[in-house]
């Protein structure tokens, strides 16, 4: 079992920046590659980012490449999602994600409102 809990969602501005943290514990974190996902209302959740066990392997939705950039720490357990160049279609609950094998696991969801 991995218990996943995010933090750093608010309310920016478009263009402005964001950085969402996942602390996870439970299991051996660096087992575990790990992924950002996103649900705006009315819309299916949705594929953001992921990176690798090691980190040197990433993935991002065409839509934001370029401006997201996920990271980890496996000193500390947590994945980030540094999120610049917000746009108002970026709205929505960001999820963080553990998967191994065929085992996943999922944080309860971070609230980011992108206003104009």
């Known amino acids: 079992q991995v218990q996943l809990v995010e933090s750093g969602g608010g309310l920016v501005q478009a263009g402005g920046s964001l950085r969402l943290s996942c602390a996870a514990s439970g299991r051996t974190f660096t087992n575990y590659a790990m992924g950002w996902f996103r649900q705006a209302p009315g819309k299916e959740r949705e594929f953001v980012a992921a990176i690798s066990y090691s980190g040197f392997n990433t993935d991002y939705e065409d839509s934001v490449k370029g401006r997201f950039t996920i990271s980890r720490d496996n000193a500390k357990n947590t994945v980030y999602l540094q999120m610049n160049r917000l746009k108002l279609e970026d709205t929505g609950v960001y999820y963080c994600?553990?998967?191994?094998?065929?085992?996943?696991?999922w944080g309860q969801g971070t609230q980011v409102t992108v206003s104009s």
């Open positions: 994600h553990a998967l191994r094998g065929p085992y996943n696991y």
